[in-house]
């Protein structure tokens, strides 16, 4: 009887509490639609924003150029290698240049890029926005009569916008070197030649836009994700502060992948 | 003119405006008295929209705060300058560079010499040295912060200027030096000041008028000497109070 009528009450409990997340879940929908829309109102507004975005752009895409072509140029190495020894004695050795060229531009290339710019600058830009909201800086804004999406959010969207393609072509290249040159020591009867003509068999224009798509649509999923979560977060000071960072490269990692999911299809197009 | 009707307000559950009534007329400083969490800062916030009253209106210069648009709380805006509890000054920024920003009217015609110059000159205004014109504010002390943060807040030349607790955390002499700054400004440009503080000594030495907020209304708001000679027992608890705690007598 006692199990049964805790039963119950946990169940009358749950409802209200799923339809406070579903309550919870649209609000954000709904805000982030509003900052979405607070930012194309101010695209056609450069002077307002231009000086801040090229230093956006400068800071997001110079200093993450290390850490990316890091990355791309150990996942290359890695895709080669793992190519080569799967497949060595069961299909030709030139398959590796096939695999390192497709899996480095459909693929590799754009999401170590991505996850790359979530932890320096999505967690960077929700941590800097959350310690201004508590510091009363975004608040300084408004009483100044300025418009803090206008001043904070657009430049670092655009900024996220204009350098991931870049950085994702560069680590493309990065990284199909990378597993040409590692592929030639490591791989058993690789030559230059096999590996060219495996990397021009697949090879198609269609996979590098499709890269440099992605590249975009994840520059801009970072940094609107990681300026919202910043400027929604921040309650309960330095604490909250940690709170928010950790939010913002959970939800934009998380949304990346999604994204990744979503847009494969669209390979398939051309 | 800046006029409170009837704000009330609820923050986390809990009433913490409970229908303030009260009018800031041209020209006068007011000092709005009140324990710490009587929620000085949140009524304050209200004057610039910052915080959206439950229920009640304020109204700058006849026009509502509450129902305006975007555009009319931007000019309303910026006629008032807002001095934070900590100053709020943009840490990424320079001094020169948080003065701009709020001098900056997006036309982008001044040279940068003109701006600098513009920018020094607030900093004498404040009785600051221009040389901490490419300081960040991590480099300078708590008094000089919140100096820059009055610049800050005057270089739109506002009509009204909202103090939030500049004293709080200062030490005796830099307490002194700004409210001296708050008088030699409120002389200089005939602004219409709201000074926020707990600190009794402060708020008569800058307040024409004094204000109490208490339980979540104006318990009374008086000139300095009409708060002396009153026998209302909350405003004696609280003058005894601020007359034990301060070091100088008011």
């Known amino acids: 009887m006692k199990a049964e009528r805790d039963t119950g009450r946990m169940s009358t409990l749950a409802a209200p509490r799923t339809l406070l997340a579903i309550h919870g879940f649209l609000s954000h929908v709904g805000r982030a639609t509003l900052m979405a829309w607070a930012v194309l109102r101010v695209l056609p507004h450069p002077r307002r924003y231009m000086r801040s975005f090229l230093h956006q752009a400068y800071w997001m895409g110079v200093r993450s150029l290390p850490l990316v072509l890091i990355m791309a140029i150990l996942g290359g190495a890695v895709t080669s290698q793992t190519t080569g020894n799967q497949f060595t004695g069961s299909v030709p050795v030139w398959v590796v240049g096939s695999v390192t060229v497709a899996s480095m531009i459909t693929e590799l290339g754009p999401i170590l890029t991505g996850v790359v710019l979530v932890g320096r600058i999505g967690a960077s830009i929700a941590a800097e926005l959350a310690s201004m909201k508590v510091t009363e800086q975004i608040d300084a804004l408004y009483a100044m009569g300025r418009d803090p999406v206008a001043y904070l959010v657009v430049p670092r969207v655009l900024g996220g916008l204009a350098v991931l393609p870049p950085l994702v072509a560069l680590a493309d290249f990065a990284g199909i070197m990378s597993g040409y040159l590692v592929g030639l020591v490591a791989v058993d009867g690789l030559t230059t030649a096999e590996f060219i003509y495996g990397a021009r068999f697949y090879f198609r224009p269609w996979a590098l836009y499709f890269s440099v798509i992605k590249a975009a649509f994840f520059g801009l999923a970072i940094t609107f994700l990681a300026c919202y979560i910043g400027l929604e977060g921040g309650r309960g000071g330095a604490e909250g502060v940690g709170r928010t960072t950790t939010a913002a490269v959970v939800a934009t990692t998380l949304v990346l992948m999604i994204l990744d999911m979503m847009l494969a299809p669209l390979l398939k197009m051309w | ?250």
């Open chain 2, 1 to 250: 003119m800046i006029e409170f009707r009837g704000v009330y307000k609820r923050l986390g559950g809990e009433p913490v405006l409970r229908g303030i009534d009260l009018t800031v007329p041209e020209g006068q400083t007011l000092a709005l008295l009140g324990p710490s969490g009587a929620g000085k800062s949140v009524l304050l916030k209200h004057a610039i929209g910052l915080l959206r009253p439950d229920a009640g209106d304020v109204l700058v210069d006849g026009v509502s705060v509450v129902n305006a648009s975007p555009s009319e709380l931007k000019r309303v805006r910026r006629r008032v300058g807002y001095v934070f509890q900590n100053a709020a000054l943009f840490d990424s920024l320079t001094v020169a560079e948080n003065l701009w920003l709020a001098q900056d009217d997006d036309t982008g015609r001044r040279s940068l010499r003109e701006c600098r110059e513009e920018a020094a000159e607030l900093l004498r205004r404040v009785n600051l040295d221009p040389s901490v014109l490419d300081m960040y504010p991590a480099q300078l002390s708590g008094g000089m912060r919140k100096r820059v943060g009055v610049a800050r807040a005057i270089a739109s030349q506002p009509r009204y200027l909202l103090y939030d607790e500049p004293t709080t955390g200062l030490d005796p002499v830099n307490a002194e030096t700004i409210d001296s700054l708050i008088l030699e400004l409120d002389q200089q440009l005939g602004v219409t000041s709201i000074v926020v503080t707990h600190d009794l000594e402060s708020a008569f030495k800058v307040g024409e008028r004094i204000a109490l907020l208490y339980n979540g209304r104006i318990h009374v708001a008086a000139t300095p000497d009409e708060l002396l000679a009153s026998t209302d027992p909350v405003v004696q608890r609280f003058i005894r109070r601020g007359r034990i705690n301060s070091p100088v007598s008011v």
